[in-house]
């Protein structure tokens, strides 16, 4: 008996010995809750011109010095972090929580011409670094420089005191003051220091994020007026759409109708006009038919994924972890590629296609080979200059294999199920033999002209958002206005879709039956003008200069 009760006491001190310390180790920046004295993890992540946010280098690219601390190092957590070109690095300095430290010394560094050179173009610059503590972002300026005419002198702000604010055992505010102005004397020595102050806070830790937010700007009283000029113009075109459907349409198609019930005689004398001429082409298969089932699907599963990611985005806040959304979107992306399957490799197969792999394949690789061609040339220019943005290689390798083992089989899947479900086609009336001859038409109703003013109106209604949009990309500013982004994201489809069904009838009604590639573009152009727009607002709303900036603009 006295054995047993020795052994179940053994056991469970050895339980209490094993959860004591999972709970040690799992008290962390992971799970944002410590313990009193545990180590918080203070890491450097990036440095750069404060009016270029988009270039930024490594933060020990500039000669700062670490801390005496052995390095830790910094995994990606998720693959949009390392996309983002996120490299975090262990600062070195000694920090736990709540335990308050005074003013230390943790390095110096020797003033060499070469690093004389390097801070003195940073300061120069305006250069200005990001660093990171329990994922709470904090700014700080490198320097600043003095002209009194003759000369220019130059400092550096060599301490950096931290105060950081707790509720319960989580740290929910990071505030950075940069003390120390030193001045930069080629061949002298320069000591760095750094202080922590901890405080209570009464900031719960759900809201620890809203001091970075800014909502005079984002729910600024122009954009209710762009979501109220949007919405209107919904109404205008809803009208509009529906006019063409009640009226002329109804009248034309029971005018068709009767007609149908003449013979061939009496049909061929009758007067027949505008889109009725058509009526045996309009069904014909468009040209290049795999790229245009291709772009189908892919604009299907885009549009899932999208809708998905803000409803998602309103629900989890995702702007509070790095590069969350981005792996969203990737995650997302790869197990929708039925989607894509689906609606590509069904269209592809009421217009009579027959390579349907070809379809499959092209229609997996369409999206993710026209991003990564762009990402490859913006990451070649990146490590050329030695950017943070560089992309890794290892990173690259996850894509390319999440594009070839899971987007390409469910693609493949979806295809398959679209071509037995739902991929025989069922028109209406016979297709002719020999294409009908297109007629001379005015110039405004060619095609391309058609295209280019279909997107105007559905830019129209976005473009303010767009303004934000570029604004958290280019400027400081933390996008967080999902609820807007779904609003304006229907508002886009309703009006894209009537803007497309309008210039679809206007184009048939010229007795020209290449309806497909022209709705098609027609909605598709808004890209055009959204890309336009964005040169302007490089131009007129930033000050970048670098060609790294240009990059990521192109």
Not at 4 to 14: A, S, Y
Not at 122 to 145: M, S, T
Not at 320 to 332: D, E, H, V, W, Y
Not at 397 to 404: K, S
Request: hydrophobic share 45%; glycine share 6%.
């Amino acid at each position: 008996m006295n054995l047993r009760m020795l052994i179940d006491r053994r056991c469970t001190c050895v339980l209490l010995l094993c959860l004591s310390h999972y709970i040690v180790t799992t008290a962390d920046e992971h799970t944002h809750t410590y313990n009193d004295g545990e180590e918080v993890v203070l890491w450097m992540n990036t440095v750069g011109p404060y009016h270029n946010r988009q270039e930024t280098y490594s933060y020990f690219s500039l000669p700062f010095c670490k801390g005496p601390k052995e390095a830790i190092g910094h995994y990606h957590e998720t693959i949009g972090e390392a996309l983002q070109g996120v490299e975090l690095e262990f600062s070195g300095l000694d920090i736990s929580f709540k335990d308050p430290t005074m003013k230390r010394v943790y390095c110096s560094i020797e003033m060499s011409e070469a690093k004389f050179k390097a801070f003195t173009y940073a300061i120069r610059n305006h250069y200005w670094y990001q660093l990171y503590v329990d994922d709470l972002p904090i700014w700080g300026i490198v320097g600043e420089f003095e002209d009194n005419g003759e000369e220019k002198s130059y400092f550096i702000w060599a301490h950096k005191k931290f105060d950081i604010g707790y509720f319960d055992n989580r740290i929910v505010e990071v505030n950075l003051t940069s003390e120390g102005k030193t001045k930069l004397v080629q061949g002298e020595s320069i000591s760095f220091s750094y202080q922590v102050h901890w405080r209570a806070s009464s900031v719960p830790f759900n809201l620890r994020f809203d001091k970075y937010l800014d909502p005079n700007f984002f729910q600024h009283r122009i954009h209710w007026f762009s979501i109220f000029n949007s919405f209107m113009m919904v109404i205008f075109l809803v009208g509009l759409v529906t006019m063409i459907l009640l009226r002329t349409l109804r009248k034309d198609y029971a005018r068709y109708t009767k007609e149908a019930e003449l013979d061939d005689l009496e049909r061929d004398l009758g007067d027949e006009y505008g889109w009725k001429q058509v009526h045996g082409d309009v069904f014909r298969a468009p040209t290049y038919p795999i790229i245009f089932s291709s772009i189908i699907g892919t604009g299907c599963q885009i549009m899932f994924v999208a809708s998905v990611c803000i409803l998602l985005a309103i629900v989890g806040d995702y702007y509070q972890q790095r590069g969350t959304l981005l792996s969203t979107a990737i995650f997302l992306y790869a197990t929708t590629s039925p989607v894509n399957g689906y609606c590509g490799g069904a269209l592809y197969s009421r217009l009579g296609g027959k390579e349907w792999i070809k379809q499959t394949v092209v229609g997996s690789l369409l999206f993710p080979t026209m991003i990564s061609t762009t990402v490859i040339i913006i990451n070649f220019v990146a490590i050329y200059y030695h950017a943070s943005r560089a992309i890794p290689f290892a990173t690259m390798v996850v894509v390319a294999c999440i594009c070839l083992f899971v987007v390409l089989p469910l693609n493949l899947v979806g295809a398959i199920l679209g071509r037995n479900l739902s991929g025989s086609a069922e028109v209406p009336c016979r297709v002719n033999t020999v294409p009908r001859p297109i007629p001379e038409k005015k110039w405004f109703m060619e095609p391309a002209i058609i295209m280019l003013l279909g997107g105007i109106l559905p830019f129209g209604s976005i473009f303010i958002e767009v303004y934000f949009v570029f604004t958290s990309f280019w400027a400081y500013k933390i996008y967080y206005v999902f609820g807007f982004m779904l609003l304006v994201f229907i508002i886009l489809s309703v009006v894209t879709i009537c803007a497309t069904i309008v210039c679809t009838y206007f184009l048939l009604n010229a007795e020209d039956y290449r309806w497909q590639w022209t709705s098609l573009c027609s909605a598709g152009s808004i890209g055009i003008y959204v890309y336009l727009y964005s040169f302007y607002y490089f131009f007129f709303k930033t000050k970048y200069v670098h060609i790294v900036c240009g990059a990521y603009m192109l």
